[in-house]
C-alpha cells in the first residue's frame, strides 16, 4: 500500500518499543527537578511571534531564520517555539507569580521547533527539558541550577561530559567589550563572512560563534569578554565558581562561550560530548537578568538551562548505557472457548489492578498462535485457561524462560499465589547471581 506521505524532515517518531527509554530519562529529570524544588510549567507549544522576536532576540539566528512563523486565519502572527525560555517567562509575568514568592522555581518539558539543516543531534522538531528559576541574583542560584543538571547526568550514568562556563556580563562591561571586539574585528573586515559584517554593527559578540572557518580562526584571537568585566560580574563569576569547587562540580572556563540567544547576562554554560560528532552540545543555559523587563516587567533577574532529549539518548546509546525496561509482560493468558475468556478477564484484572503487565488474546487466535504471541512479546509467565482448567479450578502456570510449570488455583487468591511465583523465581535469580 502506497504511503500518503511520510514524516517531515527533521522530526522523529518514537515507536513503542523504544518509548521506555525515553521514559526512562524524563523520569530521573522530573525527580531531580522535585529535589531541587522545581515545579512543573506547561505553556502553549504557540505563542505570538513578538514574544520571541523580543525575548530570543532580533539578532540571533533562531529568530532571523529559524522559526516555523505563520499567520492565523485571524491575521495574527504567531510562533512555533523555538525554545521553552520565553514562554515560561510569559507565563510567570502574566499570572503575576512573583506574588506567590520569590524565587520562582518552574520546570518543563517541550517540543521546540527551529527549521535548522537537519544533521546528527540536529531536528526540526526536538524535545527539551529545562529549569527556571526567577527572582535571584545571587550566584549560590547559579551553581545551584549547574549542581542540578550535574545531578541529572550523574544519575543517567553518562560519561565524558564537559562542563565549560563563562561570564557574558552585564550590560555595562559588555557595551566595553563590544567596543573593543569592533575594533579588533574592522582590520579583518575584508575577510568576515557577510553574516559576520551585518554583526560587527548589532552584535559583535555573536562572530565569536561564527562556524566558517574564516570566522572562527580570525575570532580565535578576539578580546577576551573576562578581560571587560565590571567588578561586580568579576565577583560574581568567581562566586559562582567557589560555590561549584565547594560542591565538588568540575568545570574549565572557556571564555569563547557567548550562547546562540540574546538574552545571557554574566553566568553562560554547557555541557558539551565529543562522542556524538559536531552538535555536541546536550545542556545550555545561564543568567538573563534583563529578560522579564525586556517582556514588559520589573526588573527580575533570572536564570535556567534546557537539555535536548534526542542528543542525551544519542549519547546514552553510544556510551552503552543500559536503560531498564519496566513494561516486561509479566502473564499472559492464552483462552480456548467462550468460558475461558470470561474467566481470564476475571484473574487479568486482579493482576492488572496489583500494578502488574498482563494481556490475553484479543485477536481471536487459535492457541498455538496465541503462544507464539506471549513469546515474541516477551511474557515471563503464560498460562492455558479451557473448560477443562476451569471444571478443575487449576490451570498450569508456565516460566517461559525455563518451560517449569506449577499449578495455580483459579480462585480470589489468584493473585497472592501468582506473586508468591513471581517472587520465588526473582530471589532464585538473586541467589544465582550471587554464586
Ligand atoms: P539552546 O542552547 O538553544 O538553549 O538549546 C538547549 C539544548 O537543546 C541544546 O544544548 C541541545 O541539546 C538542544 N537543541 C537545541 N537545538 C537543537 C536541535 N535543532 N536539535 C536537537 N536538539 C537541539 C535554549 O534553548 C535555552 N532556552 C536554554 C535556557 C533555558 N537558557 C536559560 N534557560
Known amino acids: 500500500m502506497a504511503l500518503i506521505t511520510k514524516k517531515i524532515k527533521g522530526t522523529e517518531d518514537v515507536l513503542p518499543k523504544e518509548s521506555y527509554r525515553w521514559q526512562f530519562v524524563e523520569q530521573i529529570m522530573r525527580e531531580e527537578a522535585k529535589?531541587?524544588?522545581?515545579?512543573?510549567?506547561?505553556?502553549?507549544?504557540?505563542?505570538?511571534?513578538?514574544?520571541?522576536?523580543?525575548?530570543?532576540?532580533?539578532?540571533?539566528?533562531v529568530v532571523q531564520k529559524e522559526m516555523y512563523t505563520f499567520e492565523t486565519k485571524g491575521g495574527e502572527s504567531v510562533t512555533l517555539r523555538p525554545e521553552g525560555t520565553a514562554g515560561a517567562a510569559r507565563a510567570v509575568l502574566e499570572h503575576a507569580l512573583e506574588n506567590e514568592g520569590l524565587p520562582i522555581k518552574a520546570s518543563y518539558f517541550v517540543s521546540c521547533y527551529r527549521y535548522e539543516k537537519p544533521q546528527a543531534g540536529r531536528l526540526r522538531e526536538f524535545h527539551q527539558f529545562g529549569l527556571?528559576?526567577?527572582?535571584?541574583?545571587?550566584?549560590?542560584?547559579?551553581?545551584?541550577?549547574?549542581?542540578?543538571?550535574?545531578?541529572?547526568?550523574?544519575?543517567?550514568?553518562?560519561?565524558?561530559?564537559?562542563?565549560?562556563?563563562?561570564?557574558?556580563g552585564c550590560p555595562e562591561c559588555r557595551a566595553?567589550?563590544?567596543e573593543a571586539l569592533r575594533a579588533y574585528f574592522e582590520d579583518y573586515k575584508s575577510e568576515l563572512c557577510e553574516t559576520c559584517l551585518s554583526r560587527l554593527e548589532k552584535n559583535p559578540m555573536r562572530i565569536l560563534d561564527c562556524k566558517s572557518p574564516i570566522c572562527s580562526k580570525i575570532a580565535e584571537g578576539a578580546p577576551k569578554i573576562t578581560d571587560y568585566l565590571c567588578d561586580e560580574c568579576e565577583e560574581h563569576f568567581a562566586s559562582v565558581q567557589k560555590y561549584l569547587d565547594a560542591a565538588g562540580v568540575k568545570y574549565i572556563v572557556n571564555p569563547t562561550?557567548?550562547?546562540?540567544?540574546?538574552?545571557?547576562?554574566?553566568?553562560?554554560?554547557e555541557f558539551v560530548t565529543d562522542c556524538i560528532g559536531?552538535?555536541?552540545?546536550?545542556?545550555g543555559g545561564g543568567r538573563y537578568d534583563g529578560l522579564i523587563e525586556e517582556l514588559g516587567g520589573k526588573h527580575m533577574p533570572s536564570l535556567g538551562f534546557a537539555m535536548g532529549l534526542e542528543r542525551l539518548l544519542m549519547v546514552m546509546e553510544k556510551q552503552d548505557i543500559e536503560i531498564p525496561d519496566f513494561d516486561e509482560c509479566k502473564l499472559y493468558i492464552a483462552t480456548m472457548g467462550e468460558g475461558a475468556k470470561a474467566k481470564a478477564f476475571e484473574l487479568l484484572k486482579q493482576v492488572r489492578e496489583s500494578g502488574m503487565i498482563a494481556e490475553t488474546d484479543v485477536i481471536g487466535r487459535g492457541l498455538r498462535a496465541q503462544m507464539k504471541y506471549a513469546d515474541k512479546i516477551g511474557a515471563k509467565y503464560s498460562m492455558v485457561l479451557g473448560d477443562n482448567e476451569i471444571e478443575q479450578g487449576a490451570a498450569n502456570i508456565k516460566d517461559m524462560e525455563t518451560g517449569e510449570q506449577k499449578q495455580i488455583k483459579l480462585d480470589e487468591t489468584f493473585l497472592e499465589q501468582f506473586a508468591a511465583i513471581l517472587f520465588e523465581s526473582q530471589s532464585d535469580s538473586i541467589v544465582g547471581g550471587f554464586i
Do not use: M
Not at 278 to 283: D, E, H, K, M
Open 278 to 283: 559536531a552538535q555536541g552540545t546536550v545542556c
Open 132 to 168: 527556571e528559576e526567577y527572582g535571584t541574583q545571587s550566584p549560590v542560584a547559579d551553581a545551584e541550577l549547574i549542581c542540578a543538571a550535574q545531578s541529572i547526568f550523574d544519575r543517567l550514568e553518562i560519561k565524558q561530559l564537559r562542563l565549560e562556563i563563562n561570564s557574558i
Open 176 to 178: 566595553k567589550y563590544h
Open 35 to 61: 529535589n531541587y524544588g522545581f515545579k512543573e510549567i506547561r505553556t502553549p507549544v504557540f505563542e505570538h511571534t513578538e514574544l520571541f522576536a523580543r525575548g530570543v532576540g532580533q539578532t540571533t539566528d
Open 257 to 269: 562561550i557567548v550562547r546562540g540567544l540574546d538574552y545571557y547576562t554574566k553566568t553562560v554554560f
